[in-house]
């Protein structure tokens, strides 16, 4: 590297500015080839230009034998999502935790939970993912620990002790009565009682889970010293877990009245306005700093944001000029119907309340939620075209663990849930769930990876016992039989991820819809453009074949029958293409 700089200074001075302007493009390359990228080529930061792959680790691959997946696991995947085609992992949470949240629940921040692995294998895992050109991302639970963190045990040791104002800690209003209204975001009094400290402590979530008390500075210094922790060990950036809880009211007044009983926006619910415990100006702020901190990293970090919230919320947290959280993920695909106006829909309000600088966030599950072929009866043609929209259209999107291979939805029961969410509310009959189209028993969706037909689907060996159960028959969806045919729903992420990835126009383009009119007959098609590229994208929701008259000059990609006649394209029923345009 030392030569050809060298070389370059030669030359520098002979070429005067010109010089000047290639020795900073081939510094600039050369800083960015070390994380296997080459910034030179264009402006757009990488985080914007990314695709995301999110892993459920416990699930994913178990390289021991215990039945639980682990980082090892992991690392020897990265070849397999390296060559699928994804840019970037996002992990769920791996560090010492009683797992009495799966990880959400954490009892040392810079410590990995044993069953995962040990910090060398973390840190192996990011040279190994650097190595492939990748990023990866840490989940990040700043809102709360575990009950079990030794902040916590000293925290409720007594009114006096150095933590002791660590958590968000106060009397009752009365004998047995919490010291306000506050609901915990799944239902019930935020509120829980300590008997040794004789006080009440506030959760947004689980009991289990006290939040940390930010206008503690101590607390809030102590965090940015473990975001630094990762950040210094050259993590790339985060997935910040329910943020917008982050801070709550100083006054402790009770939350207004309101009139929905169902959770709305995590904005009402329970019958109150959730005013004092949910994203409030300080939350906002904290975004803004942590993006202070990250920018003083080079090469560039990224973190994104779990927050819910109405539109005009999320821009406040992203900041006027894009200077606050990078991205925050955007919900409303995740109860989608399959129709083309419904997504023609979405991605207009997208485009409207998100245009460049912002980039969208582009997801259909998670950790959290039912797996969208669910929605779909398990339709992988179905499922073809409406993955063609959320790695296509404009944004950032984030695919969750199996959703390549069309993984099916677990049938667990949740009387006997792992997901402690689940077994809250398994006295609830499942069909009233559905009715009021709320997901608890999250085992369903966090089912283990199946990569091949053996027994146990090839997560674990054979004869171990999975910590859950497998979805279905390994036989039905599994990626060693997926990379072997042609048609398969795993070839088919892999093409278009490919063909986004050598496509100016797909990765940095603007966005624009076709008519809504079209849309509402079962078309959903958009271009995307940039200086050099412009390309369509058809997809046809229907059951009737469709022809659009587009200027199209070639096919580059077609799941069902897609065909040119002149510049016209024809679609059949629950077809779809990428098509490059004449005028490009
Ligand atoms: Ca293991």
């Given amino acids: 590297m030392t030569s050809l700089l060298g070389l370059l200074q030669t030359s520098k001075k002979k070429e005067g500015i010109l010089g000047k302007y290639r020795e900073i493009a081939f510094r600039k390359f050369l800083i960015g080839s070390v994380y296997g990228e080459c910034i030179m080529a264009h402006e757009k930061p990488w985080w914007q230009r990314t695709s995301i792959y999110q892993i459920y680790p416990r699930s994913y691959r178990d390289s021991n034998g215990d039945g639980i997946g682990d980082i090892p696991g992991i690392i020897e995947k990265l070849d397999y999502i390296h060559d699928m085609g994804f840019e970037t992992i996002w992990i769920s949470p791996f560090y010492a935790s009683p797992q009495e949240d799966w990880g959400y629940d954490v009892s040392g921040y810079r410590d990995i939970a044993p069953e995962y692995g040990s910090l060398r294998d973390v840190e192996h895992l990011i040279n190994e993912v650097h190595r492939r050109g990748m990023k990866v991302l840490f989940d990040l639970v700043l809102n709360h620990t575990s009950i079990q963190h030794p902040w916590f045990t000293e925290s409720c040791s007594g009114r006096d002790n150095p933590k002791s104002d660590w958590y968000i800690w106060r009397d009752g209003a009365g004998a047995n009565r919490p010291p306000n209204n506050w609901k915990a975001i799944p239902g019930g009094s935020g509120w829980h009682f300590h008997p040794g400290r004789g006080q009440w402590y506030y959760a947004s979530f689980l009991p289990f889970q006290p939040d940390l008390n930010y206008r503690n500075l101590a607390v809030k210094d102590e965090m940015f010293k473990v975001v630094k922790y990762w950040l210094d060990k050259g993590v790339d950036g985060f997935r910040l877990d329910i943020f917008h809880a982050i801070y709550k009211a100083d006054h402790f007044k009770n939350n207004p009245f309101h009139w929905s009983f169902m959770p709305k926006d995590d904005k009402y619910g329970y019958f109150t306005e959730w005013k004092y415990t949910i994203s409030q100006p300080e939350t906002i702020g904290l975004a803004h700093e942590l993006r202070k901190l990250l920018d003083s990293y080079s090469p560039q970090r990224f973190m994104i944001g779990e927050i819910f919230g109405e539109d005009k919320l999320i821009r406040q947290y992203l900041g006027d000029n894009a200077e606050g959280m990078h ?57 073809k075209l409406i993955s063609l929209l959320q790695l296509t259209a404009r944004g950032i999107p984030v695919v969750y663990y199996g959703e390549e291979i069309g993984l099916p939805e677990g049938e667990l029961p949740a009387k006997n849930a792992l997901d402690p969410v689940g077994r809250r509310y398994s006295w609830i009959p499942k069909w009233l769930l559905d009715v009021l189209g709320i997901y608890t028993n999250r085992d369903n969706c966090r089912t283990p990876m199946v990569w091949s037909d053996s027994p146990q689907g090839g997560f674990t060996e054979e004869n171990a016992d999975p910590w859950l159960p497998l979805s279905a028959d390994p036989r039905s969806a599994n990626v060693a039989a997926q990379a072997d045919q042609p048609n398969s729903l795993l070839n088919w992420y892999k093409s278009v991820l490919n063909l986004r990835q050598n496509s100016s126009a ?36 229907s059951n009737r074949p469709v022809e659009v008259d587009l200027k199209a000059s070639r096919i580059l990609l077609q799941t069902g029958t897609a065909s040119l006649s002149g510049s016209k394209v ?15």
């Fill in 327 to 383: 991205a925050i993920f955007l919900w409303k695909m995740m109860d989608y119907r399959f129709q083309a106006s419904f997504f023609w829909d979405v991605l207009n309000h997208y485009e409207t309340w998100y245009p460049a600088p912002f980039q969208p966030v582009l997801v259909l599950g998670n950790h959290d939620s039912r797996r969208w072929i669910d929605r779909i009866a398990g339709s992988f043609q179905k499922a």
């Fill in 506 to 541: 797909l990765r940095d383009g603007s966005l624009i819809l076709l008519s809504r009119q079209l849309a509402q007959n079962g078309l959903l098609g958009f271009f995307r453009q940039s200086k050099d590229e412009k390309i369509g994208v058809l997809i046809n929701f």
């Fill in 570 to 584: 024809n679609l059949a029923s629950l077809s779809c293409a990428v098509i490059e345009m004449l005028d490009s």
